[in-house]
Nanobody, 115 residues
Framework: QVQLVESGGGLVQPGGSLSLSCAAS????????MGWYRQAPGKQRELVAT???????NYADSVRGRFTISRDNAKNTVYLQMNSLKPEDTAVYYC?????????WGQGTQVTVSS
């Protein structure tokens, strides 16, 4: 079955960095567009960053210049490098794989930015 498993979340101080990973299994990873989304308490899930099969990236305005999405097709993994973290980045972060009408989500990993 398809599994997307996020890791790397945790507690970090404002201005700090975290690196998230999402390992995929059960899909032909290289033909899936991948993305990171987040959901803060009481808010709707929102797009953070996406990366196409060809490596083109897109970012939410709130994270552009601070976050970097990348993928390693040999490892079936998508990454999110998060720098200069702010308290408002606190949320559960989810990865998503998409191909045409098929979409798969991971279970999420908590990121908390607090002093």
């Amino acid at each position: 079955q398809v599994q997307l498993v996020e890791s790397g979340g945790g507690l970090v101080q404002p201005g700090g960095s975290l690196s998230l990973s999402c390992a995929a299994s059960g899909i032909n990873f290289s033909i899936y567009a991948m993305g990171w989304y987040r959901q803060a308490p009481g808010k709707q899930r929102e797009l953070v960053a996406t990366i196409t099969t060809g490596g083109n990236t897109n970012y939410a305005d709130s994270v552009r210049g601070r976050f970097t999405i990348s993928r390693d097709n040999a490892k079936n993994t998508v990454y999110l490098q998060m720098n200069s973290l702010k308290p408002e980045d606190t949320a559960v972060y989810y990865c998503k794989g998409t191909r045409y009408e098929y979409a798969y989500w991971g279970q999420g990993t908590q990121v908390t930015v607090s002093s």
